[in-house]
C-alpha cells in the first residue's frame, strides 16, 4: 500500500479556491489501479466523497460539487491536487486524499492521508 | 444517489461484549460494501470490502455480512482499541461514492 500525504492552506477566505496537494510515497501514480481520491469531512460529521482522478487523466466528481471541482495531477512529482473554488463557510471540513483500488474484487479505499483541516473565513 | 443509512448512531457496549452495527441502502449495492473504523483525530482505515472480506490485518473479531440493501458489522468481544466511529460505504452505483452517516461505539 501507498502513503499520502495532504499539504496546503489551513485557511481560505471566503470566494477563494481552496488548492490542496496529496504527495504519494511508496508507489507510482502512474502505475494504475488506483482512483486518486478526495474525501471531506465537516466539523463531527460523516465522510463526503469530492472526486478522483486516474492516471490516464480521467476525472469523476461528486455532482454536488462538480460545477465547483477540479482534480489534476502531476506525474513528475508523484501528487495529485484539489481545487474548490468559490468557496464558504459550509466548505470548512478535514480534507483527506485516499487510494481507491480498482482491482476487481478489491475495490476500497485502502490508503489515506492523515486529513488536513481547512477554515474558510475571512 | 445511493443513501447509506447506519443504525444506531450510538452505541454503547461493555468490553468482551458483542456490537452488532446495521447499514442499510436506499436501493440494491449487491455486495459492493465496504466498512471503515475511524478514531478521533485520525483518517479512517479499511476494514472490510466485499461486504464480508476482512483487510489485511484486521483482526477475525470483525465480520461482515449481508448483500443487495441490508448489511451488518460485528465485532465478537469489543476490545478497548474497538471504541471508535465506523462508517459503512457503497460502490456499486457512482458516482458518488456514498458513505453512511456513521455508527459510534462507546464504552458502556
Known amino acids: 500500500q501507498v502513503q499520502l500525504q495532504e499539504s496546503g492552506p489551513g485557511l481560505v477566505k471566503p470566494s477563494q479556491t481552496l488548492s490542496l496537494t496529496c504527495t504519494v510515497s511508496?508507489?507510482?501514480?502512474?502505475?494504475?489501479?488506483?482512483?486518486w481520491s478526495w474525501i471531506r469531512q465537516h466539523p463531527g460529521k460523516g465522510l463526503e466523497w469530492i472526486g478522483y482522478i486516474y492516471y490516464s487523466g480521467s476525472t469523476s466528481y461528486n455532482p454536488s460539487l462538480k460545477r465547483r471541482v477540479t482534480i489534476s495531477l502531476d506525474t513528475s512529482k508523484n501528487h495529485f491536487s484539489l481545487k474548490l473554488s468559490s468557496v464558504t463557510a459550509a466548505d470548512t471540513a478535514v480534507y483527506f486524499c485516499?487510494?481507491?483500488?480498482?482491482?476487481?474484487?478489491?475495490?476500497?479505499?485502502?490508503?489515506w492521508g492523515q486529513g488536513t483541516m481547512v477554515t474558510v473565513s475571512s | 444517489e445511493i443513501v447509506m443509512t447506519q443504525s444506531p448512531a450510538t452505541l454503547s457496549v461493555s468490553p468482551g461484549e458483542r456490537a452488532t452495527l446495521s447499514c442499510r441502502a436506499s436501493?440494491?449495492?449487491?455486495?459492493?460494501l465496504a466498512w471503515y473504523q475511524q478514531k478521533p483525530g485520525q483518517a479512517p482505515r479499511l476494514l472490510i470490502y466485499?461486504?464480508?472480506t476482512r483487510a489485511t490485518g484486521i483482526p477475525a473479531r470483525f465480520s461482515g455480512s449481508g448483500s443487495g440493501t441490508e448489511f451488518t458489522l460485528t465485532i465478537s468481544s469489543l476490545q478497548s482499541e474497538d471504541f471508535a466511529v465506523y462508517y459503512c460505504q457503497q460502490y456499486n452505483n457512482w458516482p458518488p461514492l456514498t458513505f453512511g452517516g456513521g455508527t459510534k461505539v462507546e464504552i458502556k
Open positions: 436501493q440494491s449495492v449487491s455486495s459492493k
Open positions: 466485499g461486504a464480508s
Open positions: 485516499a487510494s481507491w483500488s480498482i482491482l476487481i474484487g478489491y475495490e476500497a479505499f485502502d490508503s
Open positions: 511508496g508507489g507510482s501514480i502512474s502505475s494504475g489501479g488506483y482512483y
